[in-house]
């Protein structure tokens, strides 16, 4: 099962996780896993591009089974915020559809992040 586990406090996003495989076919043919990366890619790639945070300015770590961003404070923003809305929505549609393969978390953090 993917776990994604988004960190938001009470004014902004601030990183997510995502963890595991689908496991819904074959590797290579895992469409529910290469959806999930497809957006988690997206994730960073818009943080850089759309929202103008160098990759350098936040942590991001890949791994086989494993995503991980995690924002600093000086780089949330409204714009960032809406990215991370867009993610939300991308992995709420495919959890509504492949409830069986996937799990979404909003984890409220306390103060800053």
């Known amino acids: 099962m993917i776990k994604v586990e988004i960190?938001?406090?009470a004014i902004h996003y601030c990183g997510v996780k995502v963890t595991g495989h689908a496991y819904?076919?074959?590797?290579?043919?895992?469409?529910i896993?290469?959806?999930?990366?497809?957006?988690?890619?997206?994730?960073a790639n818009a943080i850089e591009e759309v929202g103008g945070v160098p990759e350098k300015s936040y942590d991001l770590k890949?791994?086989?089974?494993?995503?991980?961003?995690?924002?600093?404070?000086d780089n949330l923003s409204d714009v960032i915020d809406i990215i991370f809305r867009t993610?939300?929505?991308?992995?709420?549609?495919?959890e509504r559809t492949y409830k069986?393969?996937?799990k979404l978390k909003i984890k409220?953090?306390?103060?800053?992040c």
């Open 7 to 9: 960190e938001k406090n």
């Open 24 to 31: 819904s076919d074959e590797p290579g043919r895992d469409l």
């Open 33 to 43: 896993c290469a959806a999930v990366s497809t957006l988690a890619q997206t994730l």
């Open 62 to 73: 890949i791994s086989s089974g494993c995503f991980q961003l995690k924002l600093k404070n």
């Open 87 to 94: 993610f939300r929505v991308g992995i709420e549609a495919i």
């Open 100 to 102: 069986e393969y996937i």
């Open 108 to 112: 409220e953090v306390q103060g800053t």
